[in-house]
């Protein structure tokens, strides 16, 4: 199992959710923060296998009007 999987299976779908709930499909939100719609779909993928830069997830956070330590709010529901 790769190291950190079920962290990112758990940021991923923080990332979703807050989407979701901000009424933002996958094309707006890569389209806000210019990046392509594939890449916020692997991103957003449960089964993620590839780590994204922390510049990403701070322009999603900010996007979604979220704090960043939000998306890492694993324990939330």
Known sequence: M???AEELRKL???ISHYRKR???SQQ???EIIGIS???LAQI???NITRPFSIKILFDIAKALDI???TLFDFDKG
């Open 2 to 4: 790769e190291r950190h």
């Open 12 to 14: 991923s779908l923080n």
């Open 22 to 24: 901000k009424g933002l």
């Open 28 to 30: 707006e939100l890569s």
């Open 37 to 39: 719609h594939n890449h």
């Open 44 to 46: 957003e993928a449960p």
């Open 67 to 69: 704090k960043l330590s």
